[in-house]
């Protein structure tokens, strides 16, 4: 069977420490049909540099530099320019099983799927790069639902699938499903904003239980670094306005599903801010209580407007009190 183009876009800024690593696991792919596009973001150590040698040691890498714009903006170009088939995001600072293209190829083919996702091992960033971090289970436990189940297991009650079903580095797509879709410029926080528009276009999902991922923890990441204000921002602003695509397009349940979930973010990161350190503690508390309070009532006019889908007014009690 001849194997489709994938194109791996790599957005990379200021990862001189990582790079060897994540390009050193993507060209040893077992999986070869590969379009490689580094976006150089501006870089001002010596990523260019390392990207500039492998692109002369690989004919399947393309290096594009820019000036420093985010990563949405990166991802963009790589979209923008990608010629392959199937599209795949991979992190900079992170790497990858040398099945991970093939695997997840593999099961796209079978089951006639849009979107392929596998779940990630989490990996401190002194670790070594070989196969024995990753994670093929002898028999695989395979979840297959439609557009709409994928997005109520991605607003659901299940926190360990939210973090593996929101990031886009963990999966392979269709090209034809991003079609439409593009990151939003110029946001530190961009998975929150893409990911179920994604979901929302695919005709088949499928996740697996393979660990193929190495989700490489480091304390200056994005993910990792302390609680800031636009961050809180970013991501209430990816919420609402997901809440307002699902009012859009009449997907009440998601809609409040989606309330739901933000909630929960708000009371996990109230506890959190509640115990640090942060200069701006009173600031950030406060920016919590309007935002929980917009939300909060927001859901309980969904519960009380329509009841006859017996939605869960007491779980945002039980929110409530948590919260207060």
């Known amino acids: 069977m001849e194997e489709k183009k994938i194109s791996v876009i790599i957005a990379v800024y200021n990862k001189e420490k990582y790079l060897h690593k994540c390009l050193d696991s993507i060209i040893a792919q077992n999986y ?22 492998y692109e002369k040691k690989d004919n399947r890498i393309k290096l594009i530099s820019t000036v420093n714009r985010g990563a949405s903006s990166a991802r963009n170009l790589g979209l923008d320019t990608a010629q392959g088939d199937y599209i795949s995001f991979i992190d900079a600072d992170d790497y990858i099983s040398k099945d991970f293209y ?17 779940n990630s091992v989490k990996v401190k960033e002194d670790n070594e790069y070989n196969d024995e971090s990753f994670y093929i289970p002898k028999t695989e436990e395979i979840i297959e639902c439609n557009n709409i189940g994928a997005l109520i297991r991605l607003y659901g009650d ?50 697996l239980r393979a660990g193929l991922y190495a989700y490489v923890y480091t304390e200056g990441s994005t993910m990792r670094s302390s609680i800031s204000m636009r961050k809180i921002n970013e991501v209430f602003l990816a919420f609402t306005e997901a809440i307002d695509f699902f009012e859009k397009n009449d997907f009440i349940d998601l809609k409040e599903r989606a309330i739901r979930r933000y909630l929960g973010y708000i009371v996990e990161n109230k506890k959190k801010v509640l115990s640090s ?5 009173e600031e950030i508390i406060e920016d919590f209580n309007t935002k929980f309070n917009y939300l909060f009532n927001l859901g309980k006019e969904i519960c009380t407007n329509i009841t006859v889908l017996n939605y869960r ?4 009690e039980e929110l409530e009190k948590i919260y207060n």
């Open 32 to 53: 070869k049909n590969l379009e490689i596009i580094l976006i150089n973001d501006g870089s001002t150590d010596r990523s260019k540099e390392i990207c500039e040698e």
């Open 102 to 118: 093939t695997y997840l190829y593999n099961y796209m083919i079978k089951y006639n799927a849009d979107i392929v996702e596998c």
């Open 158 to 207: 299940e926190q360990e699938f939210y973090g593996k079903a929101i990031v886009v580095w963990n999966k392979l797509y269709k090209k034809e499903v991003l079609n439409n879709i593009r990151f939003e410029p110029g946001r530190i926080i961009d998975d929150e904003s893409f990911t179920y528009k994604a979901l929302y276009n695919c005709k088949k999902f499928i996740t």
């Open 277 to 281: 350190n942060l200069p701006n503690k």
């Open 313 to 316: 007014l007491s779980g945002y």
